[in-house]
């Protein structure tokens, strides 16, 4: 017989895939079309590991599941190769990013292909390369010239040792991720121009959108936080003291109704007051070194420190504007710059922060209701709030609190003191970077004309080649050392001009690349809106991280096409999933850094092969679920694949065996299609997988009493395993397929039907009630009659029990369903 032998199969027919081009696609097909593809990964010096390989196994098995089932399904995969590892590679060893970069893809796709993933590897491409980056600079041209593109000036961190920005979770304790010893100094910020994107034109319109979207709940929840629409009041509160009696401060507060309350006023330590009057205070001294140490922590750990600190810029008051009152203002770092105004009104009887600073600091506590104690507030009224009246808010006092937010804006808008605002705690998306290895931004700066686009026909601007990587310190990448490169000609006038130097955040690459899958061989286009067009939107998009940012701006910019007039869908993905994590052994996150992941390619090797590994990977757990590796996992699904090998070699050589069960065989078989394909239609690939393993264990023993006989049932339920394993272990799938008699490709439009006589089930289990309550299960067969019904549950022990000295008044039977005994 016939061994079952990996290391044969699966190299045959990668390569057979590859010469007919099995998964190549097209958009002239009058198939129903099924667009799913995985996120792009970042090809990095180590590969794929298992936990990696969990995320394109799903892919490829809902894009194999539509393609036999009759769709012109495209899936296919790009790599996302700019980013701050090869530039830091280069840094340390001088190899060229292009070159390790190259190096890294040559892997992940020798893993990828050696995995029988079904890619259309005709479309695949680099981000990195000029003839993708070229649409990358037009994308930038595309959002300049529709107004969305500008250049300002911003805050930002800046390692002296690196010579170079970070972003914010690169700073950690106040010191740069790369160089946090003892003696490493510490960060600081550096004002620097830098590019942006305006996504806020485009949030309320994200906003409004994102509760109807077929995503995850926590997905969605977060992209709203992250936006942070909040409706408010703006506030002028006047300054005195330390000679800013002209000065005012705004102030943006979404419960306008506590402003009675408000016992001081915090700025953020960015705010531009600090630095025009903190030099003033008394304790000038004191509040520069607080500034100081609170800019070294990120927003991010501002905003969750548990321990609030501030301090008072003495002498400087803020006036409210409904009583005239003096309030102390401070400085604390869990105000941001980023947020309203970067300017609160205290309120500590009703916000929980401002609370626990007043506690900390002794600071007058004033409650606006007549409950006159703490309760948390918040943004919103809460239930807790309600029925309460306004108290110590002057001619305000006795109003319902809706009432006297109302009646309060009016009065603050007519005496010119505040206006309703909408703010939003995302800002504009910032996509210049001092760095070498990116896009660079395709701008010309003309002492004549300013900022010049690169014109179309001039693009790619590509990036020079140098020999040393370090940033030189100067707010600017090494770009702008590249004198011959810098130095160049303005399109409108044809003088000497310079090249910006900054290049473009990664995810401006990500922002459009699922367009590009569309049209991957365009090189007069980035795509052709009808091939496009025929695609979007994208029916599965799979991923495990980049749930905010990556996916607002793939929203993003396909509005801005919509407005362009090159989309029809303002909404690029119909479902996102996102699959759970593969943890090592131990429950920890797989890394490199603690040498606990697991080489795919060890396992494929090893002689287990590619289809055990990903049936195990599909069956270790709902789809949704993080979970551990299991080293016994891949073996018990090497197991289960070689029984169904066994099965087609002993059916392919027995000649001999009698007809015996045919309507057996079939029933099996027909239960298992119908479950397979309702399963992976819900994402449940582990309990299919589940259902086939029940399955051979039924045809096993069916095989053991009766042996082949039934030629067509067995050879119907040998081809529907075939068909079945196609998504999960394509490669066995298409060897049964072949040894079984077919010359076409299991991949392709092959998929079994289930037939529903032979589903229904021989014998039934119902509920018999007494008086409504469940005192009984019986066994049934499935077409026994009410008479029968009724003798059964009149036989069992518990139900005579309950009707022990009682009348019968009815018996009630719903067919299939329950029984129920009225007795009185």
Not at 296 to 319: C, F, M, P, Y
Request: hydrophobic share 35%.
């Amino acid at each position: 017989m016939k061994r079952f032998e990996p290391k044969v199969i699966e190299p045959k027919w990668q390569k057979i895939w590859a010469e007919n081009a099995t998964y190549e696609t097209s958009e002239d097909s009058d198939k129903p079309k099924i667009y799913a593809t995985p996120m792009l990964p970042y090809p990095s010096g180590t590969g794929l590991h298992t936990g990696h390989v969990r995320n394109y196994s799903i892919t490829d098995a809902v894009a194999r599941f539509y393609r036999q089932n009759g769709h012109n399904t495209l899936t296919t995969m790009a790599w996302d190769s700019f980013g701050l590892p090869a530039e830091n590679y280069a840094i340390k060893t001088g190899t060229p990013p292009a070159e390790s970069t190259a190096k890294n893809i040559a892997y992940f796709k020798k893993q990828l292909l050696t995995l029988g993933m079904s890619y259309d590897w005709s479309r695949e491409f680099d981000t990195s390369d000029p003839s993708y980056y070229k649409w990358t600079q037009w994308v930038f041209a595309l959002m300049y010239k529709q107004g969305l593109a500008y250049k300002a000036e911003k805050q930002q961190w800046w390692c002296e040792k690196c010579n170079t920005v970070l972003a914010d979770e690169q700073v950690i304790a106040g010191k740069c991720w790369r160089h946090d010893g003892e003696d490493d100094p510490l960060v600081n910020k550096r004002p620097l121009s830098q590019w942006f994107f305006k996504i806020t034109d485009y949030v309320d319109d994200i906003l409004e959108s994102t509760d109807e979207l077929n995503w995850p709940e926590k997905i969605k929840t977060m992209q709203k936080n992250w936006i942070g629409r909040s409706e408010g009041t703006v506030v002028n509160f006047k300054l005195s003291g330390l000679g800013a009696d002209k000065h005012h401060l705004d102030v943006f507060t979404t419960a306008i109704e506590t402003i009675y309350g408000t016992t001081f006023m915090v700025v953020a330590p960015e705010h531009p007051i600090v630095g025009e009057f903190g030099q003033l205070a008394e304790n000038a001294q004191e509040v520069q070194d607080y500034v100081e140490k609170s800019l070294r922590k990120s927003e991010l750990d501002r905003e969750t420190d548990k321990v609030k600190t501030g301090i008072q810029i003495d002498g400087l008051k803020a006036v409210n504007p409904l009583n005239g009152e003096e309030i102390p203002v401070w400085i604390a770092d869990y105000v941001l710059m980023g947020y309203g105004s970067g300017a609160i009104m205290a309120v500590p009887g009703e916000d929980e922060r401002d609370f626990e600073f007043a506690k900390k600091y002794d600071l007058p506590i004033i409650y606006t209701t007549d409950r006159n104690e703490f309760v948390n507030y918040g943004k919103d009224i809460k239930p807790n709030r309600a029925g309460y009246k306004m108290a110590n808010s002057g001619e305000f006092d006795g109003l319902d609190l809706e009432a006297a937010r109302d009646a309060i804006v009016n009065k603050l808008i007519d005496e010119n003191l505040g206006e309703q605002k909408v703010h939003y705690k995302i800002r504009d998306w910032l996509v210049s970077r001092q760095r070498y290895w990116g896009a660079p931004v395709p701008i010309i700066y003309c002492p004549e004309h300013g900022e010049v686009l690169v014109p179309e026909d001039k693009l790619p601007v590509e990036l020079p080649k140098v020999d040393n990587y370090v940033p030189d310190g100067k707010n600017s990448s090494v770009l702008a050392g590249v004198e011959d490169w810098v130095n160049t000609t303005c399109p409108e006038c044809d003088k000497p001009a310079k090249r910006e130097t900054d290049t473009m955040d990664g995810y401006v690459c990500s922002t459009w690349y699922l367009h590009r899958y569309t049209d991957a061989q365009n090189a007069s286009q980035a795509f052709n809106p009808e091939k496009s067009n025929y695609w979007f939107p994208i029916d599965f998009y799979f991923g495990a991280d980049h749930a905010v940012a990556h996916l607002l701006y793939i929203r993003f910019f396909q509005r801005v096409l919509v407005d362009a007039g090159l989309a029809d869908d303002k909404e690029p993905v119909k479902r996102l999933v996102y699959n759970g994590y593969i943890n090592a052994e131990d429950g920890t996150k797989m890394s490199k850094s603690k040498g606990n992941t697991v080489d795919p390619m060890d396992i494929i090797e090893s002689g287990y092969g590619a289809d055990a590994l990903r049936v195990f990977e599909l069956f270790i757990a709902p789809y949704d679920q993080d979970t551990s590796w299991n080293s016994n996992g891949v073996p018990g699904a090497y197991r289960f694949l070689n029984r169904v090998w066994v099965l087609l070699q002993e059916y392919l050589e027995d000649k001999n065996s009698e007809p015996a069960t045919p309507e057996e065989i079939l029933r099996s078989c027909h239960k298992m299609i119908a479950k397979v394909t309702d399963d992976i239609k819900n994402l449940g690939f582990n309990t299919a997988v589940s259902s086939m393993m029940t399955a051979v264990n039924e045809l096993y023993l069916l095989k053991a009493q009766h042996g082949y006989g039934d030629r067509e049932e067995w050879k119907f339920a040998l081809e529907s395993f075939a068909q079945l394993l196609g998504p999960f272990a394509p490669h066995i799938a298409e060897e049964m397929w072949h040894e079984l008699g077919h010359e076409d490709s299991v991949h392709i439009d092959n998929w079994p039907k289930h037939d529903e006589k032979y589903l229904a089930e021989d014998t039934l289990t119902i509920a018999v009630q007494v008086n409504g309550k469940v005192r009984a299960e019986i066994n049934i067969p499935a077409d026994a009659g009410k008479d029968f019904v009724e003798s059964e549950a009149m036989k069992q022990e518990n139900v005579a029990a309950h009707m022990e000295g009682k009348q019968v008044v009815k018996f009630i039977y719903v067919p299939g369903k329950i029984a129920n005994i009225v007795v009185k």
